[in-house]
């Protein structure tokens, strides 16, 4: 009989190890001490992302074709959502008259562990008066790539800092009055 006991004991013991699951990491684009790129009142219509990489979990591309979806690293809210929120944290706000209304369409967010994290996106940039009258849009296309480490955290990190540039971009744009699109440094 103690021979059974300590049988069953260790095959619970197994069965419980076997059943363990790795802990879930979440990951967020806002920087920990978010600044504002931004001096203009920029206000965040639309941000779009592509399906296949929209969700909680992180996705990761392997080689030329392939896809990963991270089971254990996410994000803390669904992608597009992350993104909402890190850029909102990077526009500043204002009571102006007149602000600019922003709108993001993102062709490829991609996340490739030691070698870069690729922010690629189309984006209209508008006047938008008081009364709700807008003026010409301004619509451009920025690609912005930062080398990444083999963390996912680097990762993380790498596309914190391609959401600044590309606030920095739209704010410099905005300043100006330009009405042509920037070329990314």
């Given at each position: 009989m103690a021979h059974a006991a300590r049988f069953a004991l260790l095959s619970l013991g197994l069965l419980l190890a076997a059943c363990r699951?790795?802990?879930?990491?979440?990951?967020?684009l806002t920087p920990q001490q978010p600044t504002p790129a931004s001096t203009v009142d920029v206000q965040l219509e639309l941000v779009s992302v592509p399906?296949?990489?929209?969700r909680s979990q992180v996705v990761i591309r392997q080689s030329n074709s392939g896809l990963a979806i991270l089971e254990?690293?996410?994000?803390?809210a669904s992608l597009a959502?992350?993104?909402?929120?890190?850029?909102?944290?990077?526009?500043?706000?204002?009571?102006?008259?007149?602000?600019?209304s922003l709108r993001v369409d993102v062709q490829r967010f991609d996340s490739v562990?030691?070698?870069?994290?690729?922010?690629?996106?189309?984006?209209?940039l508008r006047a938008v008066s008081g009364n709700g009258t807008t003026g010409a849009?301004?619509?451009?296309?920025?690609?912005?790539q930062t080398p990444a480490g083999q963390t996912i955290d680097d990762l993380v990190l790498a596309h914190q800092q391609n959401l600044k540039r590309f606030t920095e971009l739209v704010s410099r744009t905005a300043s100006s009055g330009a009405s042509r699109c920037p070329s990314v440094r």
């Open positions: 699951s790795d802990p879930i990491h979440y990951h967020t399906p296949q990489v929209d254990t690293e996410w994000w803390g959502d992350e993104l909402h929120n890190a850029l909102v944290n990077q526009f500043a706000t204002s009571s102006a008259q007149t602000h600019l562990p030691g070698q870069y994290a690729l922010f690629d996106a189309r984006w209209r849009a301004l619509n451009c296309r920025s690609v912005i």
